[in-house]
């Protein structure tokens, strides 16, 4: 495939007029001014258009869609206790498909080419991956409230190690799996111990919650006398390439725990804001060079997989909370979206629109009132881009989305089939 | 006009299925589940949409698309002084005209259908009012940094008298001239007693900045020995229907101030957050029955006028500064960007969907998966739905907008000239 006079955002995120990017295969193969001599068959005039880097949803919960706006308004604990876990007590591995899908579907028209996710039901999570052609960092979130039992024999761990042994690397490398203890808070020492070998054995990411709430992480310390990074750290779960999410509550040297680990912060700016948790201090993990990426949470806490409207949050939350409009750069937030995120899944030929990179993609609609003037075309996209200023999402060379299109989903089956499965789960609920 | 098997949110919020909905001139006529005896003319087929009000965007200087994103990460200072008033120090009645009209164009795109808009070049703000068929309150802010002159004489207040004796209620009430003080610290007392006089005199709204910046909010106090709140109360702008731009750092009895003045607040979250000014206490002005409006605030300093991503932040930013996710309900804020932007307008005929009021109305696409499930379709409206999924946007009965086209802009030609008065000024700048 060939895009033709298309505006680039190029690695450097500068933009660049009346550009061809060919693609061969899942590869970006050529980029510059001239019509490249080699035919890239099928091409796409770009005029109006900008070509740039798709973007990496580095926290997510997928399949939680099926509990988009299930429970507002309500105190963390009445919104988890009332509302999210009756809902998820009655998931199953179709409505988990359906709402896999359903999120998959959002996430491309919204630009995301991949996801690290952490939920449960893999098999049914892998389908959807796999069947709708995105890339996705997938893990099971281990949780143990309890001392006795072996960890083997627990339903996350089982899980865990099933997907990993039977989807690590499917649909040639887009489907990773992680390994993933859900929290310091809701486990133990000895299951956090036991993660972090089984991890290390097999050679896969680690992907936890650290540090979401203040409570949470008051409570780690009272427990063990260390702060959750301070504990995962100490119990070996950084020992890989490790995405901790949320990172609100740091303190000390947590940041340059995370630095030297060179563990990747997943930072959920809009889910840390309507769930009352805090602001993640982004200029300062960037300022001790932690690779910043940025997540969505669940569209249970969010209520969107918008990505374009999460770099804006991202952006402007810190200079609102420390009063300095100076602090995080439209630059550094397109970079946290795409290179880092692509960084912290382990994709080191992902995340930057240059040769030899992964053509995993995304188009923007330029002919919009709201792209111009341009002064700067990365704070454009930044601040003043629309969700669904998206016209293309592409994965490995391969188109997903277009104009409104899915070419891998029925989006219309996939709706009514996400609708049917959160009926029913309420009518057991009632 | 008829609109056809459509959704509705009905004036109180509520999800409607299935609904008819008549238009008659200006006017909404009918609402009912059965299809009306009589005949509306054109219909409009509803399936997967839903009709809502329009949105009021109660504060703006609407021309100053023309500098979008530029300047970002600066200080206020110099941003103000090194970018916006150099810019602005080079704009004309031409280049002011193209702004306004790429700035109406990207209003409807987001399903604005009226802004509260202060800047200056009234006669071709005026002109792309009344030129595209929206509504508009249009006000002058008037600055006096001299003592000494007659407040007569001062360019702002004679452009103020212009613009009211010749617009005022002009395009069928369409656009309404306000009175506009910029604020306490760009003028004096004398200024402020003079244009309390002269609002009064003539029954106009007053339009002012108020308390946007804690700098702002200590000088006045030092000044005078008040709050700016108290300031403007004691000499007079509050004796009419007026709008208080941002409120940011109100205290004591402001509150109760606006309350019993039936001050109009019109929060610009993203603006605040963004230029680092702070968080409205969006939760406590409501509670003391103050109405609370929402404002994108100007280009310059968002940088977009995406108000279903404003209202995303309204609902979220009060949440997260003060650690309870209780505080501003989907609905509180659907009311504040209807209702109460009507309301503060002086536009008791506007911001409902209800039989006698304006047809002020949007149609947003429900077929996107962002929009689905539907546990709550004010929840989904706020906190899932992307700007672009307006699909229609009317006023006073007449399509503006629809799936992506604009029926009184040209709207090439709107960005071009945009981008081109945007290079004259930025060539002089050199």
Known sequence: MLFKNIAILDENYNLKDNMYVGIKGETIDYIDTVEPNESYGESYEGKGKLLMCGFFNSHAHTPMTLMRGYGENMSLQDWL????????????????????????????????????????????????????????????????????????LLPGFQETKHIFETYHNEGNGRLKVDISLHGEYTSNPKTALHLAEYMKA?????????????????ECKKRHGMTPVQYLSKHGLFDTKATAAHCVWLEGDDFDILA??????????????KLASGVCNIPYLLKK???????????????????????KVFAISNKGKQFDPTLV???????????????????DDCGKLAVGFKADLVVMD????????????????VYSASGSDVLLTMVDGRILYQNGEYLTIDIEKAIFEAEKCTKRILGELK
Chains 1, 2 share one sequence.
Do not use: W
């Open 81 to 152: 206790t009332k509302r999210i876990f009756p809902f998820e007590d009655k998931l199953n591995g179709e409505s988990v498909y359906a709402g896999m899908l359903l999120g998959i579907a959002e996430s491309l028209r919204f630009g995301i080419v991949s996801t690290t996710d952490m939920y449960y039901y893999g098999d049914d999570m892998a389908k959807a991956i796999l069947g709708s052609g995105v890339k996705n960092n997938l893990g099971r979130g281990v949780v143990n409230f309890s001392e006795d039992g072996e960890i083997d």
């Open 202 to 218: 097999v050679g896969a990411n680690m992907h936890v919650h650290v540090s979401e709430t203040e409570f949470e992480h008051e």
């Open 260 to 273: 030297k680990k060179n563990v990747t912060v997943a930072s959920c700016p809009i889910s840390n804001m």
């Open 289 to 311: 060079g932690v690779n910043v990426a940025i997540g969505t949470d669940s569209v249970a806490s969010n209520n969107s997989l918008n990505m374009i409207e999460e770099m």
């Open 329 to 347: 750069t439209p630059v550094e937030t397109l970079r946290a979206a795409t290179f880092a995120g692509a960084k912290g899944q382990g994709r």
């Open 366 to 381: 330029l002919s919009k009132p709201n792209m111009h003037p341009i002064h700067d075309m990365a704070t454009n996209l």
